[in-house]
C-alpha cells in the first residue's frame, strides 16, 4: 500500500535510520582511529584482539543489563558496589568458610536477586526515583562489602580462589576458556603466534574464548530477542515510554520493573563471578564507577536516558567502543588520562547523532 | 429486557477529601449505546475508570454478567471483555503503532522459551483495523509520535473495537476527529452495538450522543441526574440537563443560538 504523502524513502536511508546508528558510527570512527595511530603496535594481532574483546565483553555484561532497566525506565546506580559484594561473598564462602565454590556462586546469585528485588520493589513502592533508592544502595553495599572483608581477614583482598576453584564445574563456567582446539589449529597453521620459551613453549599465546566472552554474547543475544522479539520485550518498552498508558491497557508495569532490577542485579552478578575466577581473588574496591560505565555505554548506543526507547545492539556496541578506546590508548602509548577526553567526546557526539535520529524516527518534538 | 452486562450500583470513589463520585447508579446492556453526558469534572472519567478496573471504588457494588465482581486492575477487566478507549488515550509516543495496538495482549507464536510476538499477523490486522476507521496508515512500524492527534485517536478507538468482546467503553472518542473519522466512529458504534457488544459513549456534544445512543445518564458534580431512553427527552433537554439549566439558556441568547 502506498501513501501519496510519503516521499519515496531510498532503501539505503531507511537502513541507516535506526537506533543504532550513532553507536555504529562510533564504532567505525574509533576502529579507523586505532587503526591509524596504533595499527602496527600489536593492537590488532591475535593478543591485542583477545586483550580488548575482553574489557569489552565485561562493559557488555552489565551494559545489557543497564539498557533493559533504562529502557523500562529506571537506573541501577548500585551495580558497581553489587560487584564488589558479590566478589566477596563467593570468597569469604569459598576460602574462608571452605564452602564449594559452586554453592558460593548460587549463594551470590541468591544474594543479588533478593537485592535486586529490594531495589526495585523500594523504587515502586515508594515512588522515589530509582536514581536515589539505588544511590543510598551505593553506599550501603559498598560498606557492607568492606566491612565484611575486614571483619573475616582483615584485609579488603581475599586472594585464594584460584585454588579452591580447580576443578569446580561453576566456577568453569565463568573462569574457563573454551574452543581450545580450534586456537590449537589455528597456531599450527600459523594464525596465532606460540609461545617459544618456558613451560607452554609450543602452545598459542591466545588459549581460546574466555567464558567470559561466552556470556556477553549470550546476554547481548538474550537482552535482544527479549527486548524486539517477545511479548515481554513490548512491557519493557511500554513500562518505561508511558507506565499509566501501559497499565491502562493491563501492562504490569510494577512486575515488569522489579524483574528488570533483578535482571541488571544478575549481570552485576555474571560480572563479579567471572572477575573473581579471573584474578583469583575477590576485593572489596572492585566494581568502582562500573554503574555509570554500564549508563555511558547504553547512552552511546541510543537508549534514551529517561525511558522507553533503545536497543540492546546499541549497548554492545557502546561497549565495545568503551573497551576499544580504553586498551586502545594503552597499546598506542598514548597518555592514559586521555582515555577520558577521548571518550567524552565520543560520548557527545554519539548523544547528539542518537537524539538527531531518534527524533526522526518517533516524532519526537 | 436482557440482564446487563455490567452493572454498577451506588458507586462512591474519592480521592484523599476529593469526593469525585457520590453514588452512580448505571448499567449496560447487550446491544445498547448508553451515553453518558456531563460537564467537565462531573466525574464521567472517574466513573468508567471504576468500570475498567483502573480505580477501586471506595464504596458501592460491580456486577458483571450478574455476579459481583471486583477488578483489581485494567488487565482483569480486560480479561473479561471490556476494552476502554480512555481520554489520555494510553498510546505510547515512542512506540510503533503495532507495538501500540497490541500491547498488553501480544499475539504470539512458537513455543516456550522461544515464544515471540508475531509481528506480520499484528502488523496485518493493525493496518487493516485502521483502514476500517478510514485512516490509511503509512507504515504499521511508524512511531505513533508522528500520528496527527485524530490518528492517534483513530488508533485508540480501533484497539478498543478490536478487543471489546463484551463491553465497549469510549471516553470522548471524537473529541479531535474530522468530520469524516467523526461519522466513522459514530457508524462503528452502530456497527458493534448491531453484534450484541454494549456501547458506553461519553461525549460532550448532543448530537453525537443522540445520532447513536439508547439511553442517556446524565452526571453532575457525581451525582447522576437520571437516566432517559431514546425518545424520552428532547435535545434541547439534554443539553439544559448537562449545562444546568438557565445559565446555558443565558449564554445561548448572548451568542445568538445553539451551542
Ligand atoms: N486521581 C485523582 N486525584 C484527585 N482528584 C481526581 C483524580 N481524578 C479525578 N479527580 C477529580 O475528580 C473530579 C472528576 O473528574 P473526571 O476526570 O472524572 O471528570 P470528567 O467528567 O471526566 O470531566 P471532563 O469532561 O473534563 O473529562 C474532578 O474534580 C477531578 O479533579
Ligand atoms: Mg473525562
Known amino acids: 500500500m502506498t501513501d501519496e504523502r510519503l516521499r519515496e524513502v531510498s532503501r539505503l536511508r531507511r537502513a541507516m535510520i535506526r537506533p543504532e546508528l550513532g553507536a555504529i558510527a ?17 593492537m590488532f594481532g591475535p593478543k591485542g584482539i583477545q586483550n580488548w574483546t575482553v574489557v569489552s565483553a565485561q562493559f557488555a555484561i552489565i551494559a545489557v543489563g543497564a539498557c533493559l532497566l533504562m529502557i523500562a525506565g529506571e537506573f541501577d546506580l548500585s551495580v558497581g558496589s553489587m560487584i564488589g559484594f558479590a566478589g566477596v561473598v563467593i570468597a569469604i564462602l569459598s576460602v574462608q568458610w571452605g564452602w564449594p565454590v ?74 574457563g576458556v573454551i574452543l581450545k582446539p580450534v586456537f590449537q589449529w589455528l597456531a599450527d597453521i600459523g594464525l596465532i603466534d606460540t609461545f617459544t620459551r618456558g613451560t607452554r613453549a609450543g602452545q ?3 588459549e581460546g574464548v574466555p567464558m567470559l566472552v561466552v556470556w556477553a554474547l549470550a546476554l547481548i543475544v538474550f537482552g535482544h530477542f527479549l527486548l524486539t522479539k517477545t511479548k515481554f520485550g513490548n512491557w519493557i518498552f511500554a513500562a518505561g515510554g508511558d ?17 528488570m532490577f533483578m535482571f541488571t542485579a544478575f ?23 562500573k554503574e555509570f560505565e554500564a549508563i555511558i555505554c547504553v547512552v552511546i548506543g541510543g537508549a534514551l536516558l529517561t525511558g522507553g526507547y533503545g536497543s540492546v545492539i546499541g549497548a554492545a556496541l557502546g561497549a565495545l567502543i568503551f573497551g576499544v578506546v580504553q586498551q586502545g590508548l594503552f597499546f598506542s602509548g598514548a597518555e592514559s588520562s586521555l582515555f577520558r577526553v577521548f571518550l567524552g567526546t565520543i560520548l557527545i557526539l554519539a548523544v547528539i547523532l542518537n537524539t538527531y535520529i531518534r527524533r526522526m524516527i518517533t516524532g519526537e518534538r | ?84 478507549v480512555y481520554q489520555d488515550l494510553a498510546m505510547i509516543p515512542l512506540m510503533s503503532v503495532t507495538r501500540n495496538f497490541w500491547m498488553g495482549r501480544e499475539p504470539e507464536k512458537g513455543f516456550a522459551p522461544f515464544k515471540r510476538v508475531d509481528f506480520d499477523h499484528a502488523n496485518q490486522v493493525t493496518m487493516d483495523e485502521m483502514k476500517k476507521m478510514g485512516i490509511n496508515l503509512r507504515s504499521p512500524d511508524q512511531a505513533v509520535g508522528t500520528l496527527s492527534g485524530g490518528e492517534r485517536q483513530t488508533v485508540a478507538i480501533a484497539r478498543a473495537v478490536y478487543f471489546g468482546a463484551k463491553v465497549l467503553i469510549l471516553d470522548e472518542p471524537t473529541s479531535a476527529l474530522g468530520v469524516r ?14 453484534k450484541g457488544i454494549g456501547v458506553v459513549f461519553i461525549t460532550h456534544n448532543v448530537r453525537h450522543a443522540l445520532a447513536v445512543g439508547d439511553r442517556f445518564t446524565v452526571l453532575n458534580r457525581g451525582k447522576t441526574l437520571g ?33
Open chain 2, 227 to 259: 437516566t432517559a431512553g431514546r425518545g424520552e427527552i428532547t435535545p434541547e433537554q439534554l443539553q439544559d440537563l448537562m449545562a444546568g439549566g438557565q445559565e446555558m439558556a443565558q449564554l445561548e441568547g448572548s451568542l445568538g443560538g445553539t451551542v
Open chain 1, 243 to 259: 507506565k499509566q498508558a501501559a497499565r491502562y491497557v493491563g501492562v504490569p508495569v510494577d512486575r515488569v520493573k522489579i524483574l
Open chain 1, 102 to 175: 559452586w554453592a558460593s556462586i548460587i549463594v551470590a546469585f541468591a544474594i543479588c536477586l533478593a537485592l535486586g528485588f529490594v531495589n526495585g520493589v523500594l523504587v515502586i513502592k515508594t515512588g522515589l526515583p530509582s536514581f536515589i533508592v539505588t544511590l543510598a544502595f551505593l553506599y550501603i553495599l559498598r560498606g557492607l562489602t568492606i566491612w565484611l572483608s575486614i571483619l573475616t581477614t582483615r584485609q579488603t583482598i581475599i586472594g585464594g580462589v584460584k585454588d579452591v576453584a580447580e576443578g569446580d564445574p561453576l566456577a568453569w563456567a565463568f573462569g
Open chain 2, 1 to 84: 429486557m436482557s440482564t446487563p452486562i455490567v452493572e454498577m450500583k451506588s458507586i462512591e470513589k474519592h480521592f484523599g477529601p476529593v469526593i469525585a463520585l457520590a453514588g452512580v447508579s448505571f448499567d449496560i446492556r447487550p446491544g445498547e449505546c448508553h451515553c453518558l453526558l456531563g460537564d467537565n469534572g462531573a466525574g464521567k472519567s472517574t466513573f468508567i475508570k471504576t468500570m475498567a478496573g483502573v480505580h477501586k471504588p471506595t464504596k458501592g457494588e460491580i456486577l458483571f454478567e450478574g455476579t459481583p465482581m471486583s477488578f483489581d486492575s485494567p488487565r482483569d477487566s480486560m480479561e473479561a471483555g471490556i476494552a476502554t
Open chain 1, 26 to 42: 562510533g564504532t567505525i570512527l574509533v576502529f579507523v582511529f586505532f587503526l591509524m595511530i596504533a595499527g602496527d603496535s600489536g
Open chain 1, 204 to 206: 598459542p599465546v591466545v
Open chain 1, 267 to 289: 549481570c552485576a552478578c555474571v560480572f563479579a563471578t567471572c572477575q573473581v575466577m579471573e584474578f583469583g581473588s575477590a576485593a572489596a574496591d572492585r566494581g568502582l564507577l
Open chain 2, 181 to 194: 473519522q467523526t461519522a466513522n466512529v459514530l457508524s462503528t458504534i452502530d456497527k458493534v452495538r448491531k
